[in-house]
């Protein structure tokens, strides 16, 4: 219990509700301290190799997770997942795909790019909560992230 | 049968049968035709010989009468017939009828032997034949009717002579017409023979010759030797004619060769005579006439055949090209054209089928294209509809937790009919989602089996309260062919809906059984639930129709349209019975093979 203060999640969600209501179950379950939202994939990209407004971010710092939606503007989420599995830098962050179908045609895409897992948002929002938590249990506290 | 050999078996056909017809014609025409000439030759063969059979022995009977009539003759028969063989007469006018007379008539042919007979006791006073003189003839026909008339006497066999013979007998008269002896002659049967052999090419197997009435053979037939009064004949011909009869037959002659023969009776003498020809000879021209035709018969089939080959070839050739081209298209390969540059019918359906093929091929592929967009279109539309759902129910959770204390019991329950419907909308998107999932998806067939899914299907859909009110039987059903997925999305439909409206039964009855029938396996879920009026039963597999409403039984109106997807990708049917308030009952087909 003493990584508190490391915990780290860049959440990559474009609908702002989706990111709030994630955001709440997060938090809800005390399980991570900061949370960083970015509305698209341009600007995940940019936060995570820490370049135009992140250039003065440190790359050590993070994230621990990286909770990507697939639909984005911009940039989408599978060219996201791409970028950070072609850096040898952040290959080792896990990424949990968020999705609302598990009928996505892109999740297969998405673990042959190297996925970790993926979520699906359910309409009932309190078993997305409850899933969201378990992802972020497993992949903030009891996989170690080789560093 | 092939199109090409049945074109050339028609073609033969109608070679072969007129053919066959005027072969058959010409075989029998001219067959009749040779017979007719044949037996008309025969004929006419037969009346000749006859008629120079009767002028030889006319010529012979006057020529005896001529030396009858010779004064010289009377007077010498008459001294022979009158003195006693002593007297110095006697000697000198035997001699000189012997020598001048009977021996230089001799010379002319016709007789072998020339005797004079004492009227009186029939002694042969002076012969040719010297050793003949002094034998008693008196019981012979040719002298006792001799003394009246000339007389013939027919063809005998001498057993004296032991040979067979002829004899004329003539009366010899004074002027006064008193008889003085009787002259014989005896007939030289080698002449007969050649008379009747005469005018037979050495070819032809022409055969004339004389029988008398004990079969005997009177002449020498043609092929053999020493026959006449040696050898009978006994052939169909010769019983016929030694029976009266004039006339033509067929029938096997002494050789036991089959011959046409023509025969004549001839009464004054007690004769058959007898011309025959071998039949193969006189139909020689007609066998090869058919060895001709026949020749004719096998060019043509062989020319005939090869033009129906070559025929059927050119015509079906063409169909085979498009048959191929059918098959190709029923590959897949859309692009396959015939192109064909022939300008009958068979180009004319050909560039029929390539302009086909091109439309359908544009067709297929504007389906295609609009299929993917209404599946695109399908898909997202459902997820994007999830978002504000999602946002809907994600915030009235937000009131509830964090606003609880503020708002009332109305409150409250209005939130919670704002949640249960966007729960709802979110499970027709599912149903929407299932749907279009189920054109879309591969199909892997493996094989099925049904009783333990359908099992496994209606404990994943029930509580043990459920199973504990309703009674489900489904035992041995036959194992299927098809996509695993896709037929549990039938079973789970089906089963649930079974289970849906039998839920205010008591007891409630599921029954689940299956049979094969020919090519068809038929399965049958059947319950005691609401059932539903078979008036709307062509609603029941339309997407988002229902029978019943909502605050009856909860429902999407996506279930049953699903199952029908799903069965109908494997190549099977679905159909249903039911009544009100009685229950329901659901078959489906599935191909015995797999879809």
Known sequence: ?147 | MKLRTRITLILLLLAIVPLIGVTWLAYHNGKNTIEKQTINHLDSTNLLKGSEFHRWINDNKRSLQELAQRPLVKEYAGILATHDASAPKYFSAKQDLLVHHLGVRLQYGGFTELFVICPGHGIILASTNSRQEGKYRDNRRYFTEGKSHTYVQSVYYSATLEQSTMVIGTPIRNETGNLIAVLAGRLNLTELSNIMEQGCSLRSTEDTYLVNTFNFFVTEPRFGQNYALRKVVRTQGVEDCLSGRDDVGFYKDYRGVPVIGAYKWLADYDLALVTEMDQSEAYAPVYRLAEQIGGITLTVIFLIGGLGLFLSHSITQPIHQLVAGAQEIGRGNLDFQVRTAAKDEIGALSRAFDEMAEKLRYNILQLEASNKELEAFAYSVSHDLRAPLRAIDGYVDILKEDYHDRIDDEGRRIMGVVQREAERMGQLIDGLLTYSRLSRVEMSVSRIDMTTLARSVYHELTTPEDRERIDFQGDSLPPAMGDPTLIRQIWVNLIANAVKFSADRNRAVIKISGKTKENELIYTIEDNGAGFDMQYVDKLFHVFQRLHSSREFDGTGIGLANVQRAILRHGGRIWAHGEPDKGATFYFTLPRKGG
């Not at chain 1, 179950?25 to 900061?34: G, P, W």
């Not at chain 1, 710092?61 to 952040?90: C, F, W, Y």
């Open chain 1, 1 to 147: 219990m003493e990584d508190w203060e490391a915990v780290d999640v860049l959440l990559v969600e474009d609908n702002p509700q989706d990111a709030e209501l994630i955001h709440r179950a997060l938090k809800k379950h005390n399980l991570v301290n900061r949370i960083h939202t970015v509305e698209d994939g341009a600007e995940a990209v940019d936060f995570l190799f820490c370049r135009k407004k992140y250039a003065d971010r440190d790359m050590v710092q993070g994230p621990r997770v990286v909770l990507l939606d697939l639909k984005l503007p911009k940039m989408n989420g599978l060219d996201v997942l791409k970028s950070i599995k072609a850096n040898e830098h952040t290959r080792s962050i896990p990424v949990v795909v968020v999705t609302s179908s598990r009928e996505d045609p892109d999740i297969r895409a998405a673990y042959a790019l190297g996925a970790n897992s993926y979520v699906v948002k359910p309409v009932d929002f309190k078993g997305f909560a409850e899933a969201m938590s378990q992802v972020g249990l497993y992949w903030l506290l009891v996989n170690q992230p080789y560093r």
